[in-house]
């Protein structure tokens, strides 16, 4: 009766071995998914930053060189926002298509990408 209690108790402590050990593994896993994504993440907003400064300034360019172009400094900046316009009307309209579904792809493949944990 005794080697019986001594058996379950045995098996008892193993058992909470590998539930710790399985939510040590999980605490892991989501470390490491989470620090993924926020580096990737900032990454991105870096790249954006330097992608929007080149815009500004492209921007400006452009509009001081049609500006020159049409005699009116006005005419070219007019141009340029015109030009933005249209293109933030496009991008709302296919907001969907262009920002929402590859932003929810990117981060489902990074949380459940399987080819990380091989290497």
């Known amino acids: 009766m005794e080697k019986t209690f001594a058996k379950v108790e045995e098996l008892a402590d193993t058992v909470k071995e590998y539930v710790n ?9 989501l470390a490491e998914k ?3 994504i926020i580096a990737n993440t900032i990454a991105g907003l870096i790249v ?5 400064l080149f815009i500004v300034f492209g921007s400006i ?3 001081l060189g049609l500006g020159e172009y049409f005699g009116k ?9 015109v030009f933005y316009l249209v293109i933030g009307i496009i991008v709302w ?4 298509k262009l920002i929402r579904l590859p932003l929810m792809n990117a981060f489902i493949k990074q949380l ?4 990380d944990e091989a290497d």
Do not use: C, M, P, Q
């Open 21 to 29: 050990a399985r939510i040590d593994a999980v605490k892991l896993t």
């Open 34 to 36: 989470s620090s993924a």
């Open 48 to 52: 954006a930053g330097v992608f929007t």
């Open 61 to 63: 360019a452009l509009a």
């Open 73 to 81: 400094t006005w005419a070219g900046f007019l141009f340029v926002a």
């Open 93 to 96: 309209l296919a907001r969907v």
């Open 112 to 115: 459940f990408n399987e080819e």
